[in-house]
C-alpha cells in the first residue's frame, strides 16, 4: 500500500506542481504569468496577473507538498481549494466531460486530492520521517476549508465580474 501512495502522490503531486509552472513560469507548453492573466482577466478576476499568481503559486505549493508528503491534508486541501474554483468558474456551465471544458478533471484531481488527504501519504514521505501523523478530523477538517476557501473563491469572482 505504502508503494501504491508513494506513486500516487508522486504523480499526482509533481503534475499539479506542474500545472502550476504553466501557469507562472510558461514551462511546458503553458502560457506563463502574462498569458494566463490575461485570461483571468477574461474571467472577470481583477487584477488578473494578481489572481492568476495566487493559483499558480497554489498549485506548485500544493503539489509539491502532496509529492513529498509533507504536512499532510494541507497539500490535498488546497488542491481541492483551486479545483472548486476552476468547476465554479469555467468549467460548470460546459457539463461534466473533459471534451466539452466540463468539471471532469478538476473533478478527478479533486477527488484525488481528497483520497489521499483521508488515507495519509504513507510511509514514504516526509511527514513518516518526521513522525508527523494526521488524525481522520484534521483531514475532514482541512478539505472542509479547502471547499469552503474554494466557493469563496468563486464567490468573489462572481462579484468582481458583477463591478466590471
Same mark, same amino acid.
Given at each position: 500500500m505504502d508503494a501504491g501512495l508513494l506513486l500516487a502522490r508522486m504523480v499526482f503531486g509533481l503534475l499539479m506542481a506542474a500545472h502550476g509552472t504553466q501557469k507562472l513560469f510558461g514551462w511546458f507548453g503553458g502560457y506563463g504569468l502574462a498569458g494566463t492573466a490575461g485570461f483571468?482577466?477574461?474571467?472577470?478576476?481583477?487584477?488578473?496577473?494578481?489572481?492568476?499568481a495566487t493559483a499558480a503559486g497554489t498549485e506548485i505549493a500544493a503539489g509539491?507538498?502532496?509529492? *513529498? !508528503? $509533507?504536512?499532510? +491534508?494541507?497539500?490535498? =486541501?488546497?488542491?481541492?481549494?483551486?479545483?472548486? /474554483?476552476a468547476i465554479a468558474t469555467v468549467h460548470w456551465p460546459h457539463g461534466l466531460f473533459a471534451q466539452?471544458?466540463?468539471?471532469?478533471?478538476?473533478?478527478?484531481?479533486?477527488?484525488?486530492?481528497a483520497t489521499l488527504a483521508l488515507t495519509g501519504p504513507?510511509?514514504?514521505?516526509?511527514?513518516?520521517? *518526521? !513522525? $508527523?501523523?494526521? +488524525?481522520?478530523?484534521? =483531514?475532514?477538517?482541512?478539505?472542509?476549508?479547502? /471547499?469552503?476557501?474554494?466557493l469563496g473563491g468563486a464567490m468573489l469572482l462572481e462579484e468582481l465580474r458583477r463591478g466590471s
Open positions: 483571468f482577466e477574461q474571467l472577470g478576476f481583477r487584477p488578473g496577473r494578481f489572481f492568476a509539491l507538498l502532496v509529492a *513529498l !508528503g $509533507l504536512l499532510g +491534508p494541507l497539500g490535498p =486541501a488546497l488542491i481541492v481549494s483551486v479545483m472548486v /474554483v466539452n471544458n466540463g468539471i471532469e478533471v478538476p473533478l478527478l484531481y479533486s477527488v484525488a486530492a504513507g510511509a514514504y514521505s516526509v511527514d513518516a520521517l *518526521l !513522525g $508527523l501523523t494526521w +488524525p481522520a478530523a484534521v =483531514a475532514w477538517a482541512a478539505l472542509a476549508f479547502g /471547499v469552503l476557501g474554494g
